[in-house]
Nanobody, 126 residues
Framework: VQLQASGGGLVDAGGSLTLSCAAS????????IGWFRQAPGKERGGVSC????????YYTDSVKGRFTISRDNAKNTVYLKMNALKPEDTAVYYC????????????????????WGQGTLVTVSS
């Protein structure tokens, strides 16, 4: 099982980045995929999640209207398009996969995700 996050980098405030999460070794379309982030000295928190079919998406309040999650099941890949980036978005971003039932109340709970990628660093300069 492998989740490979990529697309991070250094960007100016107001800029955009698109993260990708490429999956292998499991039946991708059986799993919901989440993005989490962890800034230095802070706990890992949920950013967004997408259901198996892509029909349901969830976002943490601070990124609503700026980030868009999508998936391509034919390519076993999930994307996170990040616009209007702010310095407070600076963090290591991780993608993770889960088979457990996905609800609005539990999408951001890290322990419900069984597989994790290695993370990609996003730095937003002011």
């Amino acid at each position: 099982v492998q989740l490979q996050a990529s697309g991070g980098g250094l960007v100016d405030a107001g800029g955009s980045l698109t993260l990708s999460c490429a999956a292998s070794g499991f039946t991708f379309n059986y799993y919901s995929i989440g993005w989490f982030r962890q800034a230095p000295g802070k706990e890992r928190g949920g950013v967004s999640c997408i259901s198996t079919s892509g029909g349901s998406t969830y976002y943490t309040d601070s990124v609503k209207g700026r980030f868009t999650i999508s998936r391509d099941n034919a390519k076993n890949t999930v994307y996170l398009k990040m616009n209007a980036l702010k310095p407070e978005d600076t963090a290591v971003y991780y993608c993770a996969a889960r088979r457990s039932l996905l609800y609005a109340s539990n999408w951001s709970v890290p322990r419900l995700y069984g597989y994790w990628g290695q993370g990609t660093l996003v730095t937003v300069s002011s």
